[in-house]
């Protein structure tokens, strides 16, 4: 019957050569009496010849198991004989010893790598931070490029139509006497008749110009204030932005050779969306009006100097009307004045004088009222108290809907 022998790395044969050199590594090989495929360490190899029994002996292939154990095997001819040589020990030492310093070092190489990746790492992801910062600005300027662009193509339709005018203005000239035209403009406010009264809707602007030549110019005014400068959207009326009263609207035009055309239609705004201005001049209040005593309405004089007054002059000098919003008083070092916790000295007028909610300063009128009063008798005058102060004056206008602050220093 055939057996199957197995050869381990402690044969006394093969393994009295290698024992200290491979003893890291175990190899196994499996054969089985005459058969060719043989099994190291798990895996199949076909050996020339198999192994096989001679008069009760086992003979196996020993150049095979010699050079898998990694000896080099030499076959002399002439004097028949085997030679073995197996690795030399201290050599593959020094050679592990190597090995593991080079593997050691590529192990710190690659180490230091990864530290160096995650560097990169952290640069690349600011980087992509930044560049979608600058797509965002790029994307901006794409949308100003695009408006501008469209700004452009109007302005080249429009140079487009003024040079057929041009041209068509020329061909009139040459055909003419060669007289030169004098004529305005001429100009219809389309939707707006003499004395029309406005009460709360907005009022579009309507208006035709008509001329030979082009017009090359016009604006709209609004008693002085000017509307729009433009052509062919020429602003809007808004009533409830105005105080009742009367108004009127003017047009001017100027056509290609210069000439002015003008028109003026007056109008009126009536609504009681608010109450009608008031026109005053607030002196100094009295004594008596002060918080817990009866309140008067009467106009009094300059205080005597032992109770000295501030103040505040503010005449309107603009077309708009002014609507007050808040007066405030503030001392040379800056902290404002209350003669009551919370309540500045223009809140206590308005509670103690009876002032309406909206106190509106029509064009050219003066707003004159006191913001301070020394709460102890002052052996000095006004001027003097009241030195390096200022006065700060919330208005509103109506017209533009702007909200300003107008100051004014006191000083003697």
Partial sequence: MKRIISFFLSLLLVGSLFSTVF???TKVITMVVGETEVLVNGES?????????????????LRFIAETFGAEVEWDAVARSIT????DAAVLQ????????QNETLQQNLEDLQEENEKHQSTIASLEEDNEVLSEKVGLMDTLITKLEDQIADLLEENGKLSKEIEELKKKIDAGDGSQDT?????VIQNLSPHEILEEDPLTLDISIEDDSLIVFSRVFLNSVLLSETLGKYGEIHPTKLVSGDYFLKVEAIDGHGNVGTTT???????????EPIRFALRAIDLSSMPGMSATNKESLMAATSQPYLIAHFQNQSMS?????NVEAFDAEGNVFQPMPGMNFYDLMKEQMGLPEHLTIVSNDEYSTPCAISLTEQNMTPEEYFDGWDIKITLYDSIRELEFIKTIRYSR
């Fill in 23 to 25: 003893a890291a590594e």
């Fill in 45 to 61: 190899v076909f050996l020339d010849v198999p192994p096989t029994i001679v008069e009760g002996r086992t003979l196996v292939p």
């Fill in 84 to 87: 073995l040589t197996a690795p």
């Fill in 94 to 101: 020094q050679m592990m010893e190597a090995l593991t310093a």
């Fill in 183 to 187: 004529t305005p403009p001429n100009i």
């Fill in 265 to 275: 239609v007056p109008f009126t705004v009536k609504h009681d969306l608010k109450k």
């Fill in 321 to 325: 009307s002014y609507e007050v919003q």
